[in-house]
């Protein structure tokens, strides 16, 4: 049991760092290489994970060399353009001047209802008003309207809004974040001032407290629950 145990936990760390290696894609957004990457190891960590006769070596290894060849690979892409086109493939505009492009939907077997999908989730739901829409490398649809679709920025109107101030987790679901807090230039007097304005009395009351660069902060208190 020690030794499953052991494997498992080994075999687990393994792929996580495989996975990293891979950067902070989500897995729809993964290249095919990466993608095939992640199918083989997760196949190859089973076998040995599950079957005790084969010797654990005999799992790890093959990931290790898949690991590397990843790495070469990715090295390689980065320094040769056709490379990278033959293992990634090209972006596809699919839609031109408002124009859907039947050859390159019909090439990249993207259907019309997919399009159609794809540009509602952005909030388009005429494909006339599209200037060019492009069906990316990881199968994500990058679409640029034209210039009387697009919102007006507070440049064009005129108007000078203040830049965005990061927010920093002071409180988070009832335990105190003190170097945060230390960050802020803040104090424990400041917080029990915070917590007497909202009236409470403790940290753990709060479920969740930020304060950003000009001091503003966002306050919820934990719901009190009721049977």
Not at 65 to 89: D, Q
Not at 202 to 213: A, G, K, P
Request: some cysteine.
């Amino acid at each position: 049991m020690i030794i499953a145990l052991a494997r498992t936990i080994f075999l687990y760390l393994l792929i996580i760092a495989g996975i990293r290696l891979m950067g902070k894609r989500q897995v729809g957004e993964l290249e095919p290489s990466e993608l095939v990457l992640a199918m083989l190891i997760s196949d190859l960590a089973a076998v040995p994970m599950q079957d005790f006769g084969i010797p654990l070596a005999f799992g790890v290894a093959p990931i290790i060399v898949l690991l590397c060849i990843t790495m070469v690979l990715s090295v390689l892409t980065m320094k040769s353009v056709r490379l990278r086109a033959l293992m990634c493939g090209k972006p596809s505009i699919v839609i031109d001047h408002g124009q859907i492009i039947q050859r390159e939907m019909t090439r990249n077997r993207l259907t019309l209802d997919e399009l159609l999908e794809e540009l509602r989730l952005q909030g388009i739901l005429d494909p006339s008003a599209v200037k060019y829409a492009i069906l990316e490398t990881s199968g994500r649809l990058s679409t640029i309207l034209y210039a009387n679709q697009q919102p007006a920025t507070p440049e064009q109107l005129g108007l000078t809004p203040e830049d965005a101030s990061l927010p920093l987790v002071l409180i988070n679901d009832g335990r105190l974040l003190e170097a945060n807090l230390k960050t802020r230039g803040y104090d424990q007097n400041w917080l029990d001032k915070q917590l007497a304005a909202h009236k409470l009395s403790s940290v753990r009351e709060v479920y969740f407290l930020t304060v950003d660069q000009r001091g503003r902060t966002y306050f919820v208190p934990k719901e009190v629950w009721r049977s």
